[in-house]
Every structure is written in C-alpha cells, then in structure tokens.
C-alpha cells in the first residue's frame, strides 16, 4: 500500500516537473501528507498561545520584582516528579510509533496503555498539589503569581486531559485490532500532540517551581 | 530493520539524558552561583530538553524545511513580542 503511495507520488512528481501549470503548493502536498501539515498548524497555534502566556508572566515577574516569596511556596519536588512521569510518557508514545513500523501489534497497544496512565499519574499529582495549595490558602485570586500559576498549569493540564482521550481512544481501537491500516498516521499525529504538551511542561516547570 | 532497532536505542538514550538533565537542572537551586546565573543555566538546561524532544521524538531533525518553518515562526512571534513589549511592561514601574 505504501509503496504504491510512494509510486504514485513519484510518477506524479515526475509529471509536475515537466508541468508548467505546478505550483511549489502542488508540490508540497505531494511531498506531504496534509493530516501531518494539519497538526503542525495546529501545534504552531498552539505555540502562539502558551508563548504569549509565557511572555506577560515572564515580563509582570520581573516589572512586579520576582514573586520570589511567592514562588517559595510552590513545591518543586512535586513539579521534577511530574516532569519525570512526562518525560517518560513521551518515551512510552515514541516507542509505541516505533512498534507501529515494527507491526508489533501488541507492543503498540500496551505502550498506547502505559501513556494514559503516565498521563493519569501526572494529573494526579497534579490534582493532589493543587488540592494542598489550596488549603494553605492559595487560590487563583492570592496575587498575580498564584492567577498565572493557576491559569499556566490548567490550561496544561487541559492539554494533558486531552491527549490523554486521544490516546485511550487509540488504544482502545489498538485493542480491538481497529486501529488498523492507518495506524501510522494516527499513533504519528497523535504523538506529536503528546510530544508538544511535554516540550510546554518542560519549560513551565523551572518557570514556576526553579526561579 | 536494523535502522528501526537503532531508533529504539536511540530514543531510551535521550530518554537517560532527559532525566539527567532534569535532574541538573533541579541541582543548580544548589548551586553557589548568583541568580543570574543560576536563571541562565536552568533556562538553557530547559532549552537543550526541549530541542531533544523536539529533535528526536518529534523528529524534527527529518522533517522537511517547510514543518520547520511552520514550528518556527510562531517561536520567533512571541520572542519578538516579548522583547517588544519590555519597555512597556517590564520596565515601566
């Protein structure tokens, strides 16, 4: 099947060369499987969105002199664990792509498994931290820090809770065997979602819990 | 087939580095560094996780220039948006 694709492709690449008619558009959705320019759209919007959050809480850190005794009370242990578990979820996602080239089908499955529930274990942790962050008395309205600290790692978490669907989705269709024949695409696309909300967590942890 | 075992090294390799790092980047609180300094380490030590991530398991370092136009340009948007804006926000007291 991916063969006759790729020839397809070729002999249509071929033809465009001696087209006079073919746009560098044209091309690159040959070159290109759209649902992969998609998700890369998507992910730049995505990026625009934590990056602008990002920049306001960077610059009122430091026109409002550092929340230093605020951040104080964050607790790092708990973010460096939740780092950890991402971390490792993302390795688990790669290696379920990688069992897809291998057409290891059970391998595909239990490493779909093992990512929801390292995503289950992180908003646990998660859960449990802003559950006693909130009965030490700090809620979204304590200052300007905790209402960025609030609003950054929710709107993660959301990412979190969404990837985490898209996944058991996979693995439940992995489970069922209908996963099957455009796994490559789905396992693909959806890592590299679950790979962006680690890229962001991987920054929000020393921006919240190390300075 | 053996390039797809290789990958498989490849990505429990940056896995171990990933954790080492995140580990040095919780080690420089202990550091006797100035905050500065301290802020530039850990920050840079953030940067290099994430081009692994980004490089490995996001393959970017595979993927065609127009992918990596399209992740780019919203980075280099709100670095300039942040820069633009400290004048205004961050150092108006």
């Known amino acids: 099947m991916g063969s006759i694709e790729l020839s397809a492709n070729a002999d249509a690449g071929a033809s465009s060369a001696r087209d006079p008619q073919s746009t560098g558009a044209d091309r690159l959705l040959r070159e290109l499987p759209i649902g992969k320019i998609a998700i890369w759209w998507f992910l730049a919007s995505e990026i625009m969105i934590f990056g602008g959050l990002i920049a ?21 242990q ?33 490493y779909l498994g093992i990512t929801v529930i390292l995503g289950l274990v992180f908003l646990g942790i998660k859960t449990f931290e802003y559950r006693t962050d909130l009965m030490e008395g700090f809620t979204p309205l304590s200052g300007m820090f905790w209402s960025f600290y609030y609003m950054m790692t929710g709107l993660h978490a959301l990412h979190v809770s969404a990837g985490i669907v898209i996944n058991a989705l996979l693995f439940a269709m992995a489970r069922r065997g209908t996963l099957w024949p455009r796994v490559q695409q789905r396992v693909e696309f959806a890592g590299l979602y679950w790979h962006f909300v680690d890229v962001v967590w991987i920054f929000l942890f020393p921006l919240l819990y190390l300075t | 087939m053996e390039r797809v075992e290789q990958e498989r090294t490849e990505y429990i390799t940056v896995w171990f580095w990933l954790v080492a790092l995140l580990l040095a980047g919780v080690a420089v609180m202990a550091l006797p560094v100035s905050k500065l300094a301290a802020l530039a380490l850990i920050f840079s030590i953030a940067t290099i996780k994430a081009a692994l991530v980004l490089r490995n398991y996001m393959h970017l370092k595979s993927e065609s220039l127009f992918i990596m136009v399209v992740a780019l340009v919203p980075v280099l948007l709100f670095i300039g948006l942040a820069i633009a804006l400290i004048p205004d926000i961050a150092m108006h007291r």
Do not use: F, P, Q
């Open chain 1, 56 to 76: 306001c809480y960077v610059l009122m850190r430091i026109a409002h002199g550092g929340w230093e005794a605020e951040a104080a009370h964050v607790k790092w």
């Open chain 1, 78 to 110: 708990l973010g460096a664990v939740n780092t950890l578990v991402l971390v490792t979820s993302s390795l688990t996602m790669i290696l379920a792509h990688y069992s897809v080239e291998r057409d290891d089908r059970g391998a595909v499955s239990r």
